[in-house]
């Protein structure tokens, strides 16, 4: 091989080196793009049909105040696969009441994307057995939603401690759908059932009203002395000043950040109502995954999916 004949020879390969180096490196690049784009848990998501003939409301409920009129699984999938989201707790829409069937069709039909909390009559003389047969369906907990009602007199019926008691021993959560001013009431019964893994919903609502006030902040933060109670970081268009990117609201997250940890922390939009009156899908994802940076890396992994995915999918 003449001089001129190596020194072309090395060049080229050394170019092909480099080429196959930047390809190497583009397509690393690629794929922690797209694993960080990916794979996360949206925690609360509410799906109904027009199809009222199938699946119709409860008696004495008014589907027709409630906007959109559809919001089904494959509108969901619209808003947030683009996210990264690819799995979903469902929540039994309220004017189904005690039928869960539409929620447990959507399971059916999308068995690895989702898993449910459903409702119950607490109430009801079968209650723990209406509860254990919904488990076998895919239902991970229960919703108790006494944010309309005084806290003490909700939860005064024996039916919930019930509820708590087989909560207990099937693992599966109680989802609470409260105002700040049940709090009290909320860590005494986690008292009362230590074994019982709770979730509270949108921060138990702190800073619906506008204002995020310090006593009602101290009082959720006070209820991670009990090693199953979670919260959702969630409904963020319903909370503090409303408005995209809601980084007003990064000192309560960080707040309760510091209380629970992120493995008690869990991410959720309260879909499809993030979605609607000018509110994106978006922006609710981005305010923990871009926006929050006081959270590490293993943080945001932990709140938008791992949190999720060992209390639910688990």
Same mark, same amino acid.
């Given at each position: ?71 089904? =699984? +494959?509108?969901? $999938? !619209? @808003? ?6 690819? %799995? /979903?707790?469902?929540? *039994? ?57 005084? =806290? +003490?007199?909700? $939860? !005064? @019926? ?6 708590? %008691? /087989?909560?207990?021993? *099937? ?144």
């Amino acid at each position: 091989m003449t001089q001129s004949t190596r020194r072309d020879f090395l060049v080229q390969s050394s170019a092909a080196s480099v080429a196959a180096l930047v390809s190497q490196s583009s397509s690393a690049l690629l794929a922690a793009d797209s694993q960080k784009m990916s794979g996360y848990i949206d925690a609360h998501v509410h799906v109904w049909t027009p199809d009222e003939k199938k699946f119709p409301v409860a008696t004495g409920m008014n589907k027709a105040a409630v906007k959109p009129d559809s919001f089904t =699984p +494959e509108e969901l $999938f !619209a @808003h947030c696969k683009p996210c990264g989201v690819d %799995r /979903v707790v469902l929540i *039994q829409m309220s004017f189904y009441k005690y039928d869960n069937s539409y929620m447990l069709d959507a399971m059916q039909r999308f068995p690895d994307a989702f898993r449910g909390v459903g409702i119950v009559d607490p109430t009801a003389a079968d209650v723990a057995a209406q509860m254990t047969s919904l488990a076998k369906q895919g239902v991970r907990g229960f919703r108790l939603a006494g944010w309309k009602d005084d =806290p +003490e007199k909700y $939860f !005064a @019926h024996p039916g919930f401690a019930t509820m708590w %008691r /087989v909560g207990a021993e *099937q693992n599966l959560n109680m989802g609470l759908l409260i105002n700040p001013d049940a709090l009290p009431t909320i860590d005494r019964m986690c008292e009362q059932y230590p074994d019982t893994p709770v979730v509270i919903d949108h921060f138990a609502r702190v800073g619906i009203t506008g204002e995020i006030k310090e006593a009602e902040l101290a009082n959720l933060c006070r209820l991670a002395r009990h090693k199953k109670t979670h919260v959702k970081s969630s409904a963020f268009y319903a909370l503090g000043k409303k408005q995209a990117p809601y980084t007003d609201l990064l000192p309560m997250i960080k707040r309760v950040y510091e209380a629970f940890g992120p493995d008690r922390l869990m991410w959720a939009s309260d879909g499809p109502f993030q979605v609607v009156q000018g509110h994106e899908y978006r922006p609710s994802v981005e305010l923990i995954e871009k926006h929050a940076d006081f959270l590490s890396a293993d943080d945001r992994r932990k709140i938008l999916r791992d949190t999720a995915a060992r209390v639910y999918f688990g």
